[in-house]
C-alpha cells in the first residue's frame, strides 16, 4: 500500500481517493502497483456496493501519469513495456468489477486520469473540469486498447478529435460529448452530488448491479461476440436469489426493500 492512496469503505461504499496533490494527483509506479490490490478488495468485499473514486486536493482529478519518472522506468520499449503491463492490471480490474463506479472529477482530467473516469459508469464533473489526452504532446503513442475506451464513451469521430488534437475540453463541451453524465458548480456541489448517487446506486440489488455490469461488458466486447452463457448466469442468479424475493414483497408492501446480495 502506498501513502499516495486514500481507501475507506462507509456504507457500502468504497472511497478510493488519488492522494498526490503536489503532482496534481498524477499516477507514479508505486500508485500503478498498489491499485490492483484495491480494486481485488473492491471486488471481493461483499460490504462494498459501489466505488467512488476522486481527486484531493483543489486544483484535479489525475493529471494522468506522472511523467517525472519517465527518464528512469519509461525511458525505452522494453521499460515501457514493463510500465504498460502496470496499467494494464488496473485497467483490467476497473474493466472487470461488477459494481457501480462512479468518478467525481474536478480540475484537471487528462490521460491516465481521463481512462479512469471513462472505465466509470457515471461521471459526475465540476464546470472547471479539464478533461483531454495529451499523448501527441508529449510524443507518445495513445495505444489501441486506450483508444478503445474514449470510443465506447464518445464514438469514433469524437475519440479521432480527441486523440489527435491533444486539446483540453470543459463545462458543456462535457456533456455534449457524453464524458460527463452531470455538470455541477463547484466542488461542493460535486462531493454531495457525488455521495448522493453513491448511496442511491447502494441501496439497489446487488445481484442485478453485478448482472447489468455483466451484460455491459459483454455488449463491448471487441474480442468476439458476447458470451451469453455469462451474461444468462447472472440473470439467473437474480431469480434465484433472496433479494428478488424482497424486492417483490417491499414492492407489495409499500416499502423500502433491504437487499443482502443473496
Not at 506522472?66 to 485497467?91: G, K, L, M
Not at 478503445?148 to 470543459?170: P, S
Request: net charge neutral; hydrophobic share 45%.
Amino acid at each position: 500500500m502506498t501513502t499516495l492512496l486514500r481507501f475507506e469503505v462507509v456504507e457500502g461504499v468504497a472511497r478510493l481517493t488519488l492522494d498526490n496533490p503536489r503532482r496534481l494527483n498524477a499516477i507514479n509506479a508505486e500508485m500503478w502497483q498498489a491499485l490492483p490490490g484495491l480494486l481485488g478488495h473492491v471486488a471481493e468485499d461483499p460490504a462494498v456496493r459501489v466505488l467512488l473514486l476522486a481527486g484531493a486536493g483543489e486544483r484535479a482529478f489525475c493529471a494522468g501519469n506522472d511523467i517525472s519518472e519517465f527518464d528512469t522506468i519509461r525511458a525505452d520499449p522494453e521499460a515501457a513495456a514493463r510500465y504498460n503491463a502496470w496499467q494494464r492490471a488496473v485497467a483490467t480490474g476497473l474493466q472487470g468489477l461488477e459494481k457501480p463506479v462512479v468518478a467525481a472529477v474536478h480540475g484537471y482530467c487528462l490521460g491516465a486520469g481521463f481512462e479512469f473516469a471513462l472505465m466509470s459508469d457515471f461521471r459526475l464533473c465540476t464546470a472547471d473540469a479539464r478533461i483531454g489526452i495529451p499523448a501527441v504532446r508529449l510524443g507518445l503513442p495513445y495505444r489501441l486498447e486506450d483508444i478503445e475506451k474514449v470510443v465506447d464513451v464518445v464514438g469514433l469521430a469524437r475519440a479521432r478529435e480527441m486523440v489527435l488534437l491533444g486539446r483540453q475540453y470543459g463545462g458543456e463541451e462535457l456533456l455534449a460529448l457524453g464524458v460527463a453524465t452531470r455538470v455541477l458548480p463547484d466542488r461542493a456541489a460535486l462531493g454531495v452530488a457525488a455521495e448522493d448517487l453513491a448511496r442511491e446506486l447502494a441501496a439497489n440489488a446487488p445481484l442485478s448491479l453485478k448482472a447489468a455490469k455483466i451484460a455491459f461488458r459483454e455488449l463491448a466486447r471487441r474480442d468476439g461476440p458476447p458470451e451469453l452463457d455469462r451474461v444468462k448466469a447472472g440473470e439467473d442468479a437474480c431469480y434465484a436469489s433472496a433479494d428478488y424475493a424482497e424486492g417483490r414483497r417491499a414492492k407489495l408492501e409499500k416499502r423500502a426493500p433491504t437487499f443482502t446480495g443473496r
